[in-house]
């Protein structure tokens, strides 16, 4: 079971803006989504890895053990368990605000 079936949500688009807020409300950034793809769990990328955790240290390796345990804990409480071939959503989005010098 996916996270956006569970919660009765729609996949993310492209084109879509989102705010980016601080713990007080105080919106900090806007982004727009710029590509929306679904991978299987063990075809992500190193690229997808370095953009997604913002760290070219270990990207691919530290992507993999947050976003497995994140998914071991979500799917157990179902009985499910994830699986490589598990397919995942993957968006990139650029900050439109503010916007870059």
Known sequence: ??????????????????SKTDFDGKTKAITENISVHTIPYNKISKEYAVLDMETTIESLKKWKKAHWAFFESFLGKSGAQ?????LIVCVRFETIWPEKP
């Open 1 to 18: 079971m996916s996270l956006y079936k569970h919660y009765n949500v729609a996949l993310p688009k492209v084109g879509i803006k989102q």
């Open 82 to 86: 994830p699986t490589e071939e598990m």
